[in-house]
């Protein structure tokens, strides 16, 4: 199929939405739903012109009003359908090479009908599409009727996206989980919020674990806080010279689920003779058995993103100085501490509480993005470390620190990374004007 929207298309004067409607509009106003839903889509460009998605409208069972246009220079294209039912909307954005798709009606079934029709045609043109679909949200429930888990809710709907199964879902004392099977595969999600997917934890974990332990020193003696999944393990014994992992994680019975419905995440991590696995609370595991660990990583909840009792009793250890104070004591001479912080959007107000309470206990810390995932790390440790001064090279060139990193990988571990290697550390550490007055 050839793109048509290169060439100019027609503009026709929008109908006045006070029309009378035809009689068959109006017995489709009998059995439309009373709350409006929405799908909206991510499309490859170059796929779909105007004529495809006027014959999906129609095709569908839609009742097309009118349709209008308008360019933008240099580049792009909007396209508006006014439907009976609602809408539809169509944006170019030429430097993502993507379309971005928006459909609203109150007809829930011919809503479907598009979905269905669009994605039958996307395939057959092998062309990716992602899709979201916003609904009413009358159950409070993540996972929503029809199918669908909630990612983000707010005042009278919810933002959700599709999954095909749930594997398991359990409440336990602490929280509750749920291993869901979807589109992209299987994801974890604890008390409503997306902990890890398929597709992309490796990115997650690889960046959490590797920066931290070529900065260690040695690192044969590694506490990680949290990681139910098993995946932090699974990065962490790639380097032969770790003697002992000691994992602690408050709730046994995630940890079990993730044990037999998470393989790919975890490999076999929890078998293996090295792994001190400790079900309890991290933070009294920390004040009440010590032990000097080259490298602690924290794998716990982000300031500021947790929905029950348990979880913000968490968040508010992070902004404690005794938490750190903790940690410092726990550690090994010249030791790292590494802990995910949260989305690089997150309210900036709780991590001054960290910075400030962190900056007390340890003289240097730094700030750096997980790329792709938009989320932020801190490492924090009582001694400069050379690998990390990417803003400010103290040893060397960046060429020299990103060679550092491959050549530790390659001397230190036994291959497998997916994510991480020295330009992506290069890459991670490079901080934005806003990131490094954070730090300040």
């Given amino acids: 199929m050839t793109h048509k929207l290169g060439m100019q298309l027609r503009a026709l004067p929008l109908a006045s939405v006070n029309q009378d409607l035809t009689s068959e509009s109006t017995v489709k106003e009998q059995v439309m739903n009373a709350n409006m839903w929405s799908r909206r889509y991510w499309i490859a460009s170059d796929v779909l012109d105007a004529e495809v998605y006027e014959s999906i409208l129609t095709k569908a069972g839609f009742t097309l009003l009118n349709q209008g246009h308008s360019r933008f220079a240099p580049h792009g294209w909007s396209r508006f359908y006014l439907l009976a039912e609602s809408h539809l909307a169509v944006h170019s954005f030429p430097e993502a090479g993507q379309d ?22 996307c395939r057959e043109h092998h062309c990716h599409v992602q899709d979201v679909l916003t609904v009413p ?47 992209v595969g299987r994801s974890l999600w604890i008390d409503g919020y997306l902990q890890s997917k398929e597709r992309t934890e490796h990115i997650y974990h690889e960046m959490l674990v590797h920066p931290a332990m ?71 595991f ?62 900036t107000e709780p991590h001054a509480g960290i910075r400030a309470a962190a900056t007390a206990v340890f003289p240097h810390l730094w700030l750096y993005r997980v790329n792709g995932l938009l989320l932020k790390m801190l490492v924090m440790s009582e001694r400069d470390i050379a690998l990390y001064n990417v803003n400010r090279p103290t040893e060397g060139s960046l060429g020299d620190i990103a060679s550092a990193v491959d050549e530790g990988l390659q001397a230190r571990t036994s291959g497998g990374l997916r994510h991480y290697n020295g330009l992506e550390h290069i890459a991670s550490f490079a901080l934005s004007n806003d990131m490094l007055e954070w730090l300040q």
């Fill in 286 to 347: 920390l004040r009440t058995r010590p032990s000097p660990f080259d490298l602690i990583i924290l794998d716990l909840p982000a300031v500021g993103s947790q929905r029950n009792r348990n979880l913000e009793d968490i968040s508010r250890q992070y902004v404690q100085e005794t938490f750190y104070a903790d940690l410092r004591r726990a550690l090994a001479p010249g030791g790292v501490v590494c802990s995910y912080l949260g989305s690089i959007f997150d309210d």
């Fill in 100 to 121: 971005y798709v928006e459909l609203a009606s109150c007809n829930k079934a011919l809503l479907l009908r598009f979905h269905a029709l669009l994605h039958g045609i």
């Fill in 137 to 183: 949200l009358a159950n409070p429930d993540f996972i929503h009727e029809d199918n669908h888990v909630v990612l983000e809710s707010y005042p009278g709907g919810a933002w959700v996206c599709p999954y095909d199964s749930i594997v398991v879902r359990k409440t336990t004392p602490y929280q509750e989980f749920a291993i869901l099977i979807g589109p």
């Fill in 214 to 284: 070529l900065g260690g020193p040695g690192c044969r003696n590694v506490l990680v806080l949290g990681g139910g999944e098993g995946a932090i393990l699974r990065e962490v014994l790639r380097y032969d010279a770790v003697e002992r992992v000691t994992m602690v994680d408050i709730d046994g019975e995630l940890v079990a689920a993730c044990k037999q419905h998470l393989p790919t995440w975890h490999q076999g991590a929890f078998d293996n003779p090295r792994v001190d696995l400790q079900i309890m609370d991290a933070f009294r």
